[in-house]
């Protein structure tokens, strides 16, 4: 996310760096002088570690902070963010649990009221080939929407072995996507992304979800707690259903895409392809680019041209969506909405 920042149109400079770990921020460091020189602007006296970092991160004199720490602490860092008055980049997801985005939600409104811009990184609202086929099913390109289907099917995501003299809580903070606190397991961590466009196609977020899901393959202590599958049915208000599939096991499957089903046709929104009268009628052909660096670049020219600019309750609810499928998974009940934002679990 900095290497993106620092690739942005106009003047730009990173100026300080925080981390929970000394050694990580001197890699990511390293990596950052070696591609950008002179941008990187990070004295000794502006390089932070530890639980409090953060603050003396965002207290250093800047324009916009990246939040890109494991997502359990983004409702803390992003209150603070907004509190000192600036700008913000976080990756996504944006909390783990109902409290953390009902926090983010007010410090994102705050934010808005401020004038202060922030982006989500829930890139595919910055690819082309997305904007596109989304633009064409919201005008009506395959009819009336009346299912999704959306999937983040893969092996899964490494480990970091437990060292000699750890403390629980660094082997959990190295082993962050292992751990609710600090995850919110996989299908808040990565499966956000295709439920995220499945609300973007409804222009709204799911009132239900009801699911299923466990630990087959991932049973180990070296795996924390979380799931490695989850199936889930998320309903919206007006019916429509999306059915959800994530999982992390080996010698499957993969499978990251997302499908809607029309009144007259069908849509690949991975592959850009709309399909209508039994053939694909359509296919994106037109220009790509990179839809990581573009989030970024449509970020820093809203500051530099001072144009509203704010994925904030978007990134949130869409991160809800996620906690309200774990929820159900977990539960195995049907789940509401309102219950699970307002949980204070």
Sequence with gaps: AAANALSTAGPVRLVAMADGFRDRLDSSLAHLQSEFGDKVDVPEERRFHGFDAYRKAIDCD?????????????????????????????????????????????????????????????????????????????????????????????????????????????????NWYYFNWLCGDHIVEQHIHNLDVGNWLMRGYPTLAEGMGGRQVRTGKDFGEIYDHHSVEFTYADGTKMLSQCRHMPNCTDNVSEHAHGADGTADLSAGRIRANGGWDWKYDGPQWDPYQREHDDLFAAIREGTPYSEAENGAKSTMTSILGRMATYSGKSVAWDEALHSKV
Excluded: C
């Design 62 to 174: 800047a324009d916009l902070v990246i939040l890109a720490t494991p997502p359990g602490f983004r409702p803390i860092h992003f209150a603070y963010a907004v509190e000192k008055n600036r700008h913000v980049f976080m990756e996504k997801p944006v909390a783990v649990d109902g409290p953390g985005v009902r926090e983010v939600l007010a410090a994102g409104a705050e934010a808005e009221a401020r004038g202060l811009k922030v982006g989500v990184g829930l890139q595919r609202h910055h690819q082309a080939h997305y904007l596109e086929t989304v633009r064409r099913i919201h005008e009506g390109a395959i009819g009336d929407l009346v299912l999704l289907r959306v999937y983040w099917n893969s092996a899964g995501v490494w480990v970091n072995p437990r060292q000699a003299g750890q403390t629980e809580m660094e082997y959990q903070m190295r």
